[in-house]
């Protein structure tokens, strides 16, 4: 089955020439085969996506409805031999014995914990998640957390355990989408609380990027959910138009996993942007909110279609207008998206055309940053 990412090279390589050759960490991938979800990633398939990248990786168990024991020695075993390009975090079920699995693992080379309170239906205010974050402290690594809708108290329990354990790193995965709108007023107080970037929507990263101290911020994918040459692009698209430097840039994209997985110490960037000053380009917001919608409907299973075509009208801009080299680049990437997803379902890997709608998403969200010179 077939990825969308040679599709997106171009975007990736504007940004190179832009920034420079970057190095690339990403904090948050999968492998797995037994995920209710239907997705599946071996080890060979994450190191080829992650090639296209030029990205190494941490990466962990999906959902293992059966427990994590062998899931986690699989992990273990998938990154030997890979020169560090693979980092293991174990994934542990509070309800089973979670401080005890997590102990094997990290004498086995672990280098951290993830929780996924949804999947496991839990919170963290649940005694083996205090469990964990004493652990966490002790050994001085960070614990991963999913951190989507649907979890009660999750920003206000994380905080609550930063405190108690300051050694511990608590990353929130997904642009802590569930509780960003408050807690960015409180990260200054709890360093060791850093949020990561896997998440496909260009305006909530923005926001991150906007209200968070780049030194609390990760780069990552959620492979095989996000592709991370997508993820690249977006993320570091979103980060240059939300003000954050390109040295900031070059360490949210891999020195500030490094910082936190090899030293006893927490980056320290400077603080956020602040919002911006510079107001949104109206005529390109009219394409990205069709794009959005696009997406909402087409990753439940609908068509989608409408919003597509209402975004390429969008961006049916006058050759010499301010906007049309970035709506030229929307357009090419629909335009790659829908030539993608034309192909049979059992040729292209799920969301694959996804991937390429939340690029042209972020080209609109961000016009400001370098784009490729198109044919």
């Not at 997508?230 to 003000?243: D, H, I, K, N, P």
Request: proline share 9%.
């Amino acid at each position: 089955m077939r990825s969308a990412d040679h599709l997106l090279v171009p975007w990736l390589d504007a940004l190179e020439a832009d920034l420079g050759p970057l190095a690339v960490f990403d904090a948050h991938t999968h492998i797995g085969a037994n995920d209710p979800d239907g997705f599946k990633q071996t080890r060979a398939q994450l190191l080829e996506r992650l090639d296209a990248a030029g990205s190494r990786a941490v990466t962990f168990p999906m959902h293992e409805p059966g427990g994590y024991a062998d899931a986690n020695d699989e992990v273990l075993d998938a990154v030997q031999g890979t020169d560090g390009r693979l980092v293991a975090f174990c994934r542990v079920d509070p309800h089973r014995d979670a401080a005890a699995e997590a102990r094997r693992c990290l004498d086995a080379g672990a280098r951290g914990i993830k929780l996924h309170p949804r999947a496991e239906a839990f919170a963290l205010s649940h005694p083996a998640a205090r469990e964990l974050a004493a652990l966490a402290h002790e050994r001085g690594v960070p614990i991963l957390i999913h951190a989507g809708r649907g979890i009660p108290a999750l920003g206000r329990d994380t905080l609550t355990l930063a405190s108690e354990f300051p050694d511990a790193r608590f990353i929130l995965a997904h642009a802590a989408i569930s509780d960003l709108s408050w807690m960015h007023t409180l990260l200054p107080d709890h360093p060791n609380v850093l949020i990561d970037t896997s998440w496909w929507n260009a305006t909530d990263l923005l926001a991150l990027f906007a209200l968070v101290a780049p030194g609390q911020v990760l780069y990552a994918s959620d492979s095989p959910y996000g592709s991370p040459v997508q993820s690249v692009v977006v993320t570091l698209r979103c980060a240059l138009e939300a003000g954050v430097s390109p040295e900031q840039v070059r360490a949210v994209a891999a020195g500030n996993l490094e910082t936190i997985l090899e030293t006893p110490d927490l980056p320290d960037l400077g603080p956020a942007p602040g919002p911006p000053t510079r107001p949104a380009d109206p005529l390109l917001a009219r394409a990205a909110d069709n794009l959005v919608s696009a997406l909402a409907r087409r990753v439940v299973g609908h068509d989608g279609d409408e919003p597509v075509a209402l975004a390429r009208l969008c961006c049916a801009v006058p050759g010499d207008a301010p906007q049309a080299q970035a709506a030229a680049s929307i357009l090419a990437l629909i335009e790659r998206s829908e030539a993608h997803r034309a192909l049979p379902e059992d040729e292209r890997l799920p969301f694959s055309d996804l991937h390429v709608i939340a690029t042209a998403l972020s080209v609109a969200r961000t016009p400001s940053v370098a784009l490729p010179i198109l044919n």
